[in-house]
Every structure is written in structure tokens, then in C-alpha cells.
């Protein structure tokens, strides 16, 4: 197991959509979903927010594909697998304290 540093965490937890990702999979029962599943409920969850338009869908998938998950990937957070579109959540206890210890509005995909 790798241990980061807290500003390791730290920007890899100061991206909205990273942490939505992140928040998404922890209340996920079996903490797996499909890449498809994530963005469509990310991006319905954006579309329901107050704060300003949605993201186009595509490109919210593109930045998720090309960005945000392997970022989560490097770091050890999530595994993606291409082949089956399965992105699963691997917990790491750093990142849960320090998500946890931000106010609600900025943690949770729904203010």
C-alpha cells in the first residue's frame, strides 16, 4: 500500500468533479459502477444543482476518461477497467478524513 502525502490528497481532492467520483463510489453498495453509470449520474446530479448550467455529457465523459479517473487511478482510489467500463473504489483513509471534514456543500455532489 502507498502512502501519500496530505498534499498529495489535497489536490487530488480539490477537483469537484474527482470528488463527486469519489462520493459517488463510497455510497455505492457494492463500490463498483459502470463508466457510463457514473458520468450519466454525475451529470444528472450537475444538472439538478444550483449552480449554473450542466456540463455538456460528453464532455464531462472525456474529461472523466482522459482525467479524472486515471488521476483517481494513480493515486489508488479507483481501478478502471477498459475493457468492461467497471470503475471500482478502492478506500484509502486519508482521502475519506479529509473529504469528510469538508462542509457539506463542498463534498457532496447535491448542495
Known amino acids: 500500500m502507498t502512502t501519500h502525502s496530505l498534499d498529495a490528497c489535497l489536490r487530488l ?5 474527482r470528488r463527486r467520483i469519489i462520493h459517488h463510489l463510497r455510497h ?4 463498483a459502477t459502470t463508466f457510463d453509470d457514473l458520468v ?14 450542466p456540463q455538456d455529457r460528453d464532455k464531462l465523459a472525456i474529461q472523466f476518461h482522459h482525467t479524472h479517473l486515471p488521476k483517481l487511478a494513480d493515486y489508488g482510489v479507483v481501478e478502471f477497467e477498459h475493457t468492461t467500463g467497471t470503475v471500482r473504489y478502492h478506500p484509502d483513509e486519508q482521502v475519506e ?14 448542495p
Open 40 to 53: 450519466e449520474q454525475i451529470h444528472r446530479r450537475a444538472s439538478d444543482s444550483k449552480n449554473g448550467p
Open 13 to 17: 481532492v480539490a477537483d469537484q468533479h
Open 97 to 110: 478524513a479529509v473529504l469528510d471534514s469538508l462542509p457539506g456543500e463542498v463534498s457532496l455532489p447535491n
Open 28 to 31: 455505492e453498495a457494492t463500490g
